[in-house]
């Protein structure tokens, strides 16, 4: 069974539009971290966000905000009032206490047409 | 602070053929961890270094080796490579070992003929 879920494989949006990218994980640990990362087509993963599994605060940072639910397992991602710029694959991870290797998901190829 | 840097960015290689890649990471970074990235298997761990230790190793064959030097910086070696071994080569710093958040380089893209 698969960790980390990113069910939705690819999303288009026109611009302007605000859009939600799922991240669904599974662990048994009571300790571990989620994280974000972009990857737009020049290859570079950038680092977006880490949450930890005690901080069930929402976060936001300017147009991006993350919605961490634990009664669900879920880390979702909203860009709002997306932008051309914001076209890439996003990766959502998990990093469980038994190593802390990062668990990856499938990745979310993110298309905003102008 | 200058970012992580990986050379070459590309590098086409022919089967049995053997490939060196650089990582230099943040300045500070003590861990440099290396990943494969291809469209079929997405993002595996190849290899942790830490202090000039391999203090993790994922599931890929011996061909696929690395060290680190006293500053930090690191190598991965892969010989004989083979048709699968083309990928992104995507290469990793973090201040500290995990689960301190890792920082990516721009990659090096493998081809092998």
Same mark, same amino acid.
């Given at each position: 069974?698969?960790?980390?879920?990113?069910?939705?494989?690819?999303?288009?949006? !026109?611009?302007?539009?605000?859009?939600?990218?799922?991240?669904?994980?599974?662990?048994?640990?009571?300790?571990?971290?989620?994280?974000?990362?972009?990857?737009?087509?020049?290859?570079?993963?950038?680092?977006?966000?880490?949450?930890?599994?005690?901080?069930?605060?929402?976060?936001?940072?300017?147009?991006?905000?993350?919605?961490?639910?634990?009664?669900?397992?879920?880390?979702?991602?909203?860009?709002?009032?997306?932008?051309?710029?914001?076209?890439? !694959?996003?990766?959502?991870?998990?990093?469980?206490?038994?190593?802390?290797?990062?668990?990856?998901?499938?990745?979310?190829?993110?298309?905003?047409?102008? | 602070?200058?970012?992580?840097?990986?050379?070459?960015?590309?590098?086409?290689?022919?089967?049995?053929?053997?490939?060196?890649?650089?990582?230099?990471?943040?300045?500070?970074?003590?861990?440099?961890?290396?990943?494969?990235?291809?469209?079929?298997?997405?993002?595996?761990?190849?290899?942790?270094?830490?202090?000039?230790?391999?203090?993790?190793?994922?599931?890929?064959?011996?061909?696929?080796?690395?060290?680190?030097?006293?500053?930090?910086?690191?190598?991965?070696?892969?010989?004989?490579?083979?048709?699968?071994?083309?990928?992104?080569?995507?290469?990793?710093?973090?201040?500290?070992?995990?689960?301190?958040?890792?920082?990516?380089?721009?990659?090096?893209?493998?081809?092998?003929?």
């Amino acid at each position: 069974a698969q960790k980390v879920t990113q069910a939705q494989t690819e999303i288009s949006v !026109v611009e302007k539009e605000d859009v939600t990218l799922d991240c669904v994980y599974e662990t048994r640990d009571t300790t571990y971290y989620l994280f974000w990362y972009k990857q737009p087509p020049s290859g570079e993963l950038v680092f977006l966000i880490r949450r930890n599994s005690f901080d069930e605060q929402n976060e936001i940072s300017g147009r991006y905000s993350w919605n961490f639910q634990k009664s669900t397992s879920s880390f979702n991602f909203t860009i709002t009032a997306s932008q051309v710029v914001d076209s890439a !694959v996003y990766f959502c991870a998990l990093s469980e206490r038994i190593d802390y290797q990062l668990i990856w998901g499938a990745g979310t190829k993110l298309i905003i047409k102008p | 602070k200058a970012g992580v840097t990986q050379t070459p960015r590309y590098l086409i290689k022919t089967r049995g053929q053997q490939v060196t890649l650089s990582c230099s990471p943040i300045s500070g970074h003590r861990s440099v961890s290396w990943y494969q990235q291809t469209p079929g298997q997405g993002l595996q761990f190849l290899f942790e270094y830490f202090s000039e230790t391999q203090r993790n190793k994922g599931n890929f064959p011996g061909r696929f080796s690395g060290r680190q030097f006293s500053n930090s910086r690191s190598e991965m070696n892969v010989s004989t490579l083979e048709l699968g071994d083309s990928a992104l080569y995507l290469c990793a710093s973090s201040l500290e070992v995990r689960p301190d958040t890792q920082y990516f380089g721009p990659g090096t893209r493998l081809t092998v003929l």
